[in-house]
Nanobody
C-alpha cells in the first residue's frame, strides 16, 4: 500500500512563504512524474506544479515566478516552495505521484492526503 507523509502547511499572512513536502513510501520503487494540486472549497482540483523524472517543470500561470517545485529521487520526496503568497492560494494542497508500485509491479497515480494552506491577514 502506498503511503505519504505530507508537511509544511499552515496559516500565513499575504506576502509570506511556506514550504510543502511530500514523501512517498518505498512501496513505489520508481517514480515518473510528481506534482502538487490545490483544491479550494466548492472548486475543482487544479494543477499547481508538476516535475518530470528528468526535472522538467510545469506551473499554473497563477503561480509562475512565485512557486518552485523540486524533488529528491533518493527520498521519494517532492517539495513546493511557495513565496509571495496570496489569499487566492488558499486551499488543500495534495501531492500526486505517477509511479510503479512494488507490490503489483504496475504503474499508477497515487494521491497524498493533503495539507491545508491558508493565506489570510
Amino acid at each position: 500500500q502506498v503511503q505519504f507523509v505530507e508537511s509544511g502547511g499552515g496559516l500565513v499572512q499575504p506576502g509570506g512563504s511556506l514550504r510543502l513536502s511530500c514523501a512517498a513510501s518505498r512501496s513505489i520503487f520508481h517514480i515518473y512524474a510528481m506534482g502538487w494540486y490545490r483544491q479550494a472549497p466548492g472548486n475543482q482540483r487544479v494543477m499547481v506544479a508538476t516535475i518530470s523524472s528528468d526535472g522538467n517543470t510545469n506551473y499554473a500561470d497563477s503561480v509562475k515566478g512565485r512557486f518552485t517545485i523540486s524533488r529528491d529521487n533518493a527520498k521519494n520526496t517532492v517539495y513546493l516552495q511557495m513565496n509571495s503568497l496570496k489569499p487566492e492560494d488558499t486551499g488543500v494542497y495534495l501531492c500526486n505521484v505517477d509511479g510503479l508500485e512494488l507490490a503489483t509491479m504496475s504503474r499508477g497515480v497515487y494521491w497524498g492526503q493533503g495539507t491545508q494552506v491558508t493565506v489570510s491577514s
